[in-house]
């Protein structure tokens, strides 16, 4: 909390006032959707007139954008940290991140509901794009090892365990299954059988 306070002191007014208005679109957006809301309420959320909020964004799209990214850094931040705790990375990533989409309105609802430009975003954020850098080392340090084939490619293994990871997630929450942990538990095992088996000690506290 002190952090978080002294990240605040060290915001100008702008930054405060735009960090305002992302709050308000996350809330307006999670709750509502992007179809019902207006930058007149998400402006109105803010305490602040249409005219101001657009000094901050171009229009609703930039605002939705914005927001959606602003989401799921939290929830990035509160998943990596969860599944470093974790004696099964990997089953921990997947589980935290299903269930924080449960406090993520706006992230559950992308998930959801998004069209293909949406869950793209969410592709391309540090959420999944971080995992497939962690998977890449992890992949060619094993391959080097000789724990996979010399003809793996580490790059390409990495793109397809997020894939699955991804599809999984959207197929989980989509459908409502949050509560059949099972079916997580089963991919990650297919997932750590392609990938050379469960992560080691030292993968797991680098």
């Known amino acids: 909390m002190v952090e978080f306070y002294e990240r605040r002191r060290a915001l ?12 308000a679109a996350v ?5 509502h959707g992007y179809r019902a809301t207006s930058v007149s309420q998400l402006s109105r959320d803010a305490g602040l007139t249409p005219a101001a909020a657009y000094a901050y964004f171009d229009d609703k799209e930039s605002f939705w954008r914005a927001a959606i990214a602003a989401d799921l850094d939290v929830l990035q931040a509160e998943i ?3 599944a470093r ?12 991140l299903v269930a924080g989409l449960q406090r993520h309105p706006l992230a559950r609802r992308v998930m ?19 995992i497939t ?29 997020e894939t699955v990871m991804f599809s999984l997630v959207v ?9 059949s942990p099972e079916r997580i538990e089963a991919v990650v095992a297919l997932m750590q059988a392609a990938a050379g088996g469960p992560p080691t000690f030292e993968e797991r506290h680098r």
């Open 12 to 23: 100008s007014k702008g930054e405060r006032t735009r960090e305002r208005l992302l709050r």
């Open 27 to 31: 809330d307006r957006f999670g709750s």
């Open 80 to 82: 990596f940290e969860a």
């Open 85 to 96: 705790r974790d004696e099964r990375p990997l089953v921990g990533l997947m589980t935290s």
């Open 112 to 130: 959801v509901e998004g069209s293909p430009a949406d869950l793209q975003l969410v592709l391309a954020h540090q959420l999944f794009a971080g």
């Open 133 to 161: 850098q962690r998977l890449r080392g992890v992949l060619a340090a094993r391959k080097a090892a000789g724990l996979l084939p010399a003809s793996a490619e580490p790059d390409q293994f990495a793109l397809g365990l």
């Open 171 to 179: 197929s989980v929450v989509r459908a409502g299954l949050e509560e």
